[in-house]
């Protein structure tokens, strides 16, 4: 009689022993995808800048002058009247956004409810790919929405005043610069770089008291804790988060300085007294300032920034470049030699 064939199962120990197999190739092959996605990310990033800095070079075409970092008026340290309309919303025409700029009253605050429609908008370009959270800063739900990146409005200096000096980078409060201005190369200039959405942020602390003179800032190497005893607690400071408003064209939300070289970390305590890396703006030129302010450019890509150039190109930054040359690349007039090998 002939027997029935009765197929082999796997056993215990096969199937543990695939499994193992399916597992390791996971792990191999897992952070090659990672790493593939992160590329695509910061390709993605790169062309935001890239059309960013095209929409700059057509803005300055037809007006004849690049945007203002804000706009306002008054005396002294004395603001009476402000808009505050940033760069980001100044190009919207030359980003193919132009129903968007079409529907904004000028005459008005972004913070108002006669120009939601268009403040509460979040604009694709100008959010990074690698951004963890692209929603609404929590306090600011209903005004705007957060931005990765910001325009080069100085080292630590910012703006001092409707009587005070003027940065040496290339945006500023009522100031729009011309290209012709840039007589450092606008191939070694930079215009915007990447930051990092609702940063916490100290403001308003009735201006820094270690840093106020415009022709005296700490080197780039400076140990941050030496300048800033405001970011131990906050003190008089009010506790926010920078680049919370896409809209709002003051430093601390739109732009970013060259305090300190892209991702360095500036330590200091919450108001709650917890550990965290921080920016600062001593007095918000809304406050009429004068304003010195550390606003860092950070990004989520590992190991740097990207970063817009003058002439439109945009480049890797790596966080190791050297604090003297960052500082060079901010000023517009400084009078540096670069070399190629420099960043």
């Known amino acids: 009689m002939k027997r029935a064939y009765c197929p082999r199962a796997f056993t215990l120990i096969e199937l543990l022993v695939v499994i193992a197999i399916i597992g390791v190739l996971i792990a191999l092959l897992l952070p090659a995808a990672q790493q593939a996605r992160e590329a695509a990310r910061r390709i993605q990033c790169v062309n935001n800048l890239k059309q960013m800095g095209l929409a700059l070079h057509n803005y300055e075409t037809v007006v004849g002058a690049l945007p203002p970092a804000i706009v306002l008026s008054g005396s002294g340290n004395t603001v009476s009247w402000w808009v505050g309309w940033s760069i ?13 700029f079409a529907s904004i009253n000028f005459n008005l605050s972004g913070d108002g409810p ?26 600011n739900v209903g005004i705007s929405n957060v931005t990765n990146y910001g325009f080069c409005m100085g080292d630590w200096f910012v703006w001092g005043g409707f009587r005070g000096p003027e940065n040496r980078e290339a945006f500023g409060p009522n100031r729009s610069r011309r290209w012709a201005d840039f007589s450092d190369g606008m191939s070694q200039t930079m215009l915007a770089a990447e930051v990092k959405a609702k940063q916490p942020l100290y403001r308003d602390c009735g201006g820094l008291s270690r840093v106020n003179q415009p022709q005296t800032v700490p080197d780039p190497s400076a140990d941050p804790s030496q300048f800033l005893p405001e970011i ?9 988060a920078s680049h919370s408003e896409w809209t709002d064209g003051q430093a601390h939300h739109a732009g970013f300085t060259t305090a300190f070289t892209p991702n360095r970390r500036v330590p200091g305590t919450d108001p709650q007294g917890r550990a965290g890396d921080f920016d600062i703006t001593g007095q918000r030129e809304k406050r009429g300032g004068p304003t010195f302010a550390v606003i860092t450019s950070r990004s989520y890509h590992p190991g740097g920034v990207n ?28 009078g540096e030699v670069l070399g190629a090998d420099a960043y």
């Open 88 to 100: 980001h919303v100044r190009v919207l025409p030359f980003v193919e956004q132009g129903s968007a």
């Open 114 to 139: 006669e120009n939601n429609t268009v403040a509460r908008q979040s604009m694709g370009m100008y959010l990074c790919p690698s951004e963890v959270d692209p929603r609404p800063a929590a306090a």
């Open 232 to 240: 131990q607690g906050g003190g008089p400071c009010e506790f926010k």
């Open 307 to 334: 970063l817009l150039f003058g002439d439109g190109g945009v480049k890797f930054i790596k966080n190791s470049v050297h604090g003297a040359t960052w500082r060079a690349l901010g000023t517009v007039a400084g």
